[in-house]
């Protein structure tokens, strides 16, 4: 290409580039007035509602829609996702807590679905953000609640026994670890591997074969992991590219994970309710008195009337030894009139029931 073209193509953009600016202005202005018109129809007493997940999910399901290329319609989502992050900041920014320290992949989880333009509160624990939400010192909290390869997030579904909590949206991720060390570690004398034990489980094999003799160290968070082997020229940590970047550690192998399509499940949970886009998913928690054939009755009214579940989890309850509750995930809204038989109808044969919440189900 000679140097003219060049030149030209760039004039090109820089025009390009100044069109998006005002368009991207526009809408600012636009999302300024829209807080205005929903803070003049509050009634006296009423609380503003800024953030609308419902809404969100239809504008990155449209961008998605009409995109034609070369961009692929994840990436121009994520560019929309940005801009419209950065217009509800406009409006009032929001606080959200997640499962931290920085770097962890919930992180990147609670950035994939609010956009970057939010202020970030990193917690220690999954019990702590569920506090955090609860205490009203944020406006929304991000955990993780299942993994493709290892299963369920016990300490979160746990929490939901203990906490009054709104799921208010999903997010999915794609979970790539890498083998990560440090400006000093001699990398023939790796004695330790530290990670997150979830991480560990899920790069079982790849150390089986790659370093079968190695001392695996599970700590609190792939962040931690990372964060250790900075100081010591033995060791070797698991972790992501958000830790790896952070702690400035570099990839001696990547993409480790034993299983190419492991993913993770997390959740947003809130106390907004959210109204139906006719894409979405529900989740309850049911308690069945300890009978045979309890479980069959519960899941019958959902094969009779065509829903289909996603996910169905048990754990212990908290008021017996052997008694159990059951987390069910489905496609619809508890408001569709279909969904709410259903539910009635479960309702009359369970010991209890809730809904944890419907949402827009994950978009990207
Ligand atoms: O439509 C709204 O209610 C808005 O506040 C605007 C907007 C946007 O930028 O498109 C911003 C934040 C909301 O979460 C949803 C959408």
């Excluded at 025009?15 to 368009?23: F, G, Q, R």
Aim: charged letters at 25%; hydrophobic letters at 40%; aromatic letters at 6%.
């Amino acid at each position: 290409m000679s140097e003219h073209e060049l030149k030209a193509l760039r004039v090109r953009i820089d025009s390009l580039d100044e069109k998006i600016l005002e368009l991207i202005s526009d809408r600012a202005r636009c999302a300024e007035e829209v807080a205005r018109v929903k803070m003049a129809a509050l009634a006296e007493g009423e609380v503003p509602v800024f953030y609308r997940p419902e809404r969100e999910a239809q504008v990155l399901k449209r961008v998605m829609e009409r995109n034609k290329g070369p961009l692929s319609n994840e990436e121009m989502a994520r560019l929309f996702r940005e801009v419209m992050s950065s217009c509800l900041a406009l409006e009032n920014p929001l606080k959200v807590a997640y499962l931290g320290p920085e770097g962890t992949f919930t992180q990147a989880a609670a950035m994939k679905h609010f956009g970057h333009a939010v202020i970030s509160k990193p917690m220690a624990a999954i019990d702590e953000v569920f506090r955090e939400v609860v205490a009203g010192a944020v406006n929304f909290g991000v955990v993780p609640v299942e993994n493709s390869t290892e299963g369920a997030v016990n300490h979160t579904l746990d929490s939901f026994l203990e906490h009054d909590m709104v799921i208010c949206g999903e997010v999915e991720l794609r979970i790539h670890h890498h083998l990560l060390i440090g400006d000093n570690t001699k990398t023939d004398s790796i004695t330790r591997i530290y990670s997150h034990a979830q991480s560990l489980a899920q790069c079982r094999k790849w150390l089986d074969a790659h370093y079968p003799n190695v001392e695996r160290i599970a700590v609190a968070s792939n962040a931690e992991a990372a964060k250790r082997v900075k100081g010591e020229w033995n060791s070797a940590a698991i972790a992501g590219d958000m830790a790896a970047g952070l702690y400035g550690l570099e990839r001696l192998a990547e993409k480790i994970e034993d299983r190419p399509d492991n993913a993770t499940r997390f959740l947003i949970i809130g106390n907004q309710e959210v109204p139906p886009t006719g894409d979405d998913k529900t989740s309850v928690i049911v308690s069945m008195s300890n009978r045979p054939g309890a479980l069959h009755e519960l899941l019958v009214p959902f094969h009779d009337n065509g829903i289909d579940l996603t996910r169905i989890e048990t754990r212990p309850s908290r008021s017996g030894k052997w008694t159990y509750v059951f987390f069910i995930d489905f496609i619809g809204h508890h408001r569709d009139p279909l969904i709410k038989g259903v539910l009635e109808q479960i309702s009359q044969e369970a010991v209890a029931l809730k809904v944890l919440g419907s949402y827009p189900k994950a978009v990207l």
